[in-house]
């Protein structure tokens, strides 16, 4: 199970239930571990002082607002929920709105919404009834001090949060679209026409993703011909040659199917 | 790395057109317009036709070694092409092992009854980043060495399984108010 990124609680009506927050897309399966060449350490991001060079734990850490060259504004944890303390812990829906209302550019990340304990039955109400009107749930909520404006709707018989883009984060097309010009109607007629006739099912698993399936190949020619490596100061026993190979063809035939 | 790099090709291809609601909203990741470089009729009237019947033209294609597909859609006179995420890349929702329960008919009614009392359009323009402007603020008060009051949230008191019908009948009559 991905872990929860956020909890509180998602209201609409007078009817309130407990929810987590959690991932709903990973960006692409292929993903790199960054090693020490000179022994194959895996190697960690850490926060490091410019003054003394050494790493900082996240408990010394605090968060500055630059207010000149080196003078900062110190703004705490808890004075960052304090701001929107309702927002910071509750999803409260405004209103209901078609899907289809919304506009694809305003779409930015999805996440599902999961029930806690005991609150099952409100959840699977109001997936049942968005999933029967076809409608989303608009509201505004704080996460990690930043505010989202988010859709939430049905898939899959679980409540799917996206977050969407803010108005005024949406770049103006008028420098794009082209002012006026001419459209002859026979060959506007013979297009629409075309485009009616090259309508098919929409099947997303034909779209692949060529580069990373290329990717994977090249991880799965190397490990044939050379194994895994790691570092000589880790504790677990080396893995054959086989069992590496069968790991990365895995991960391909999942990016694959 | 270089060697899984896909050709790059300078074309976007359309390889065939599909109804908007069939597309999976998770699916959607990156807006761009299109701009026309010439071309300027032609442009005009793909925009025309993708509006006139309701269709999206799903694209393909590739950008610094790498292979994308996409939704070329009309937004008024502009084309927009938004990037998709891979069927791979979305969690399916098992994994979310959700536990089902069954709904009485008369609660589901009564949610689909608030649903649509509390249906309006959808208005982007009416949606303010608040926070950022609070945040602001609260850091102008500190920089003038004010204590900004602090603020405390009420907690919101799940609704009680017995009392989930009660609760939806309120709600429909204060949305109706």
């Given at each position: 199970?991905?872990?929860y ?8 009506g007078?009817?309130?239930?407990p929810?987590?927050l ?6 692409g399966q ?11 350490a ?21 968060r ?20 929107a ?14 899907i ?20 099952e ?25 930043r ?20 108005e005024?984060q ?30 098919r ?17 090249i ?30 063809t895995?991960?391909?035939k999942?990016?694959?199917? | ?32 317009y299109l701009?026309p ?25 590739s ?5 994308y ?17 891979h ?17 009485k ?15 309006d ?5 009416e ?12 850091i ?33 009559q204060?949305?109706?108010?």
């Amino acid at each position: 199970m991905p872990s929860y990124l956020w909890s509180g609680t998602l209201t609409f009506g007078l009817v309130t239930l407990p929810v987590q927050l959690s991932p709903a897309v990973e960006s692409g399966q292929v993903s790199f571990q960054m090693l020490h060449k000179k022994d194959n350490a895996p190697l960690e991001r850490k926060y490091v002082c410019s003054k003394d060079d050494k790493v900082v734990s996240s408990r010394q850490q605090a968060r500055g607002f630059q207010v000149g060259k080196d003078d900062y504004v110190i703004i705490t944890d808890s004075e960052l929920e304090s701001l929107a303390p309702e927002r910071s812990r509750s999803i409260e829906i405004d209103r209901f709105v078609d899907i289809d209302d919304i506009d694809p550019i305003y779409f930015n990340r999805p996440y599902y919404l999961v029930p806690d304990e005991g609150s099952e039955r409100p959840y699977t109400l109001l997936v049942q009834a968005l999933a029967e009107t076809g409608q989303a749930g608009i509201a505004k909520f704080v996460m990690k001090a930043r505010e989202h404006l988010v859709a939430i709707l049905a898939v899959d018989e679980a409540l799917c949060l996206i977050t969407l883009h803010f108005e005024r984060q949406r770049v103006s097309a008028e420098d794009i679209t082209p002012g006026k010009t001419r459209v002859s109607h026979d060959e506007l007629d013979e297009l629409s026409g075309h485009i009616r006739r090259a309508t098919r099912k929409f099947d997303p698993g034909k779209f692949r993703n060529e580069y990373e399936i290329e990717l994977m190949k090249i991880v799965r020619k190397k490990a044939r011909k050379e194994g895994a490596v790691k570092s000589p100061k880790a504790k677990t026993k080396k893995i054959k040659k086989q069992k590496a190979v069968k790991k990365v063809t895995e991960t391909l035939k999942n990016i694959r199917d | 790395m270089d060697e899984a790099q896909v050709d790059t090709e300078r074309k976007i291809e359309v390889r065939h057109f599909i109804k908007e609601e069939e597309i999976d909203p998770r699916m959607y990741n990156r807006p761009y317009y299109l701009g026309p470089e010439s071309g300027k009729n032609k442009y005009a009237m793909i925009a025309r036709a993708l509006n006139e019947t309701g269709r999206i033209a799903l694209c393909t294609w590739s950008m610094r070694g790498r292979s994308y597909y996409g939704a070329l859609k009309a937004v008024d006179d502009t084309l927009l092409l938004v990037t998709m995420r891979h069927e791979h890349e979305i969690f399916p929702v098992n994994r979310l092992k959700l536990k089902k329960r069954k709904v009485k008919k008369k609660e589901l009614q009564s949610a689909k009854s608030l649903i649509r009392e509390m249906h309006d359009d959808f208005d982007p323009s009416e949606y303010r980043n608040e926070y950022q402007q609070e945040l602001m603020h609260f850091i102008e008060q500190k920089a003038k060495g004010k204590k900004p009051k602090k603020k405390r949230a009420k907690r919101r008191k799940p609704t009680k399984p017995s009392e989930l019908q009660k609760m939806l009948e309120k709600s429909l009559q204060e949305a109706r108010q």
